[in-house]
């Protein structure tokens, strides 16, 4: 079985700020980490790759070369290679316009049976680029996925977290597949995994090398626009409610309350 799992480098704090211009992400001087969420999507298949002879796992990023650390951290975990989409002209992609040039990576390393892909990225909390991808290569999605089996005929069935309970769904492969942290519990890469990463070799891969016309991706590439940035103010107009008297203090709340139809 021959799995992809993709994987985003994202901001390691909360304190994101956007470019009031171009509508882009300011990554520059931020400290970076793999995306939280993805770790389940990596632990799901090295856990199937464990469970399948000559299995193998590809973790697939797009990012600047600086994103080779996450992928490493794939491999700690138990990924066989990673693979870096790296171009300038990748810059600003829009989700579908990422989808894009991820589809185009993942064709040009071969068909894969199974990919898999954490639920959202923390920096942009769409949940847009697994499906996207998948409508690219024409495949099926499941999405909220919280566990995966492989059944006798080679079918896989997997349970969908859907509102109000539970979905079975069995479907054939080729298929991609996002999972919930309910999935599993990811683990700490030990001392051969860590040092395997070390020394293991990262395939980077431009636009020329996957075929991606640079007109399909990076801002210009990309259908969606950021027309306006704001930070929201918060403001506090509060109240002050005293009395020698704590229970006209009370009352004077009860009052306000009443006043403000809230009781």
């Given at each position: ?58 973790a697939v990023s797009m990012g ?22 790296s171009d300038r ?175």
């Open positions: 079985m021959k799995m992809a799992v993709l994987v985003k480098q994202v901001p390691a704090t909360e304190n994101i700020k956007i470019d009031p211009v171009t509508g882009v992400m300011q990554r520059d001087n931020l400290q970076s980490e793999l995306n939280p969420l993805d770790t389940y999507a990596v632990e799901q298949a090295v856990r199937m790759k464990k469970n399948f002879q000559q299995s193998t796992v590809t600047i070369p600086a994103a080779q650390s996450i992928l490493r951290q794939a491999i700690a975990m138990g990924c066989d290679e990673g693979v870096l989409l002209a990748f810059a600003g992609s829009d989700t579908w316009a990422t989808a894009h040039v991820l589809s185009k990576g993942l064709q040009k390393l071969g068909d894969f049976d199974i990919i898999f892909a954490g639920e959202r990225a923390t920096d942009g909390e769409t949940g847009q680029v697994g499906p996207c991808v998948a409508v690219q290569l024409n495949i099926p999605v499941l999405t909220f996925v919280s566990e995966v089996k492989i059944e006798e005929d080679g079918k896989i069935l997997a349970t969908r977290s859907v509102e109000g309970g539970y979905e079975l769904v069995r479907v054939s492969s080729p298929v991609l597949i996002s999972v919930v942290k309910e999935i599993n519990e990811p683990w700490i890469p030990d001392y051969n995994g860590m040092m395997k990463s070390r020394s293991a070799s990262i395939k980077i891969m431009t636009a020329q090398d996957i075929g991606v016309d640079k007109a399909d991706c990076g801002l210009e590439g990309s259908p969606t626009r950021v027309s306006k940035v704001f930070y929201p103010k918060l403001t506090r107009n509060g109240e002050v409610f005293s009395d020698s008297d704590p229970e006209k203090a009370a009352q004077k709340i009860v009052d306000f309350l009443k006043e403000k139809n809230i009781l």
